[in-house]
């Protein structure tokens, strides 16, 4: 049974940082494609950053860009999202993705506000 469950959450002020975490379990984790999707109360999900199988190719929404950092560790199997310089318009849920060709399997979110 494959898992995605992401942990790191939580409530932090303005400008400051948080790093999220997704372990994957049940799945060859150094075949798949990973990535990180947002969902903010009353909008559509958007991806915020993406890794290739290798750890190569990170890939940003370009509202994160220069303040986010994805990576992973495939011997873990697990994959991580530095977040700094945090803003209001961040707070979401967070998803975890795994994707390879046709499979996709989602993480149920971990929850990140931000306000003073």
């Known amino acids: 049974q494959v898992q995605l469950v992401e942990s790191g959450g939580g409530l932090v002020q303005p400008g400051g940082s948080l790093r999220l975490s997704c372990a994957a379990s049940?799945?060859?984790?150094?075949?798949?494609?990973m990535s990180w999707y947002r969902q903010a109360p009353g909008k559509e999900r958007e991806l915020v950053a993406s890794?290739?199988?290798?750890?190569?190719?990170?890939n940003y929404a370009d509202s994160v860009k220069g303040r986010f950092t994805i990576s992973r560790d495939n011997a873990k199997g697990r994959v991580y999202l530095q977040m700094n310089s945090l803003k209001p318009e961040d707070t979401a849920v967070y998803y975890c993705n795994a994707k390879l060709s046709k499979i996709m399997y989602w993480g149920e979110g971990t929850l990140v506000s931000v306000s003073s």
């Open positions: 049940g799945l060859t984790f150094s075949a798949y494609f």
């Open positions: 890794i290739s199988s290798g750890g190569g190719e990170p």
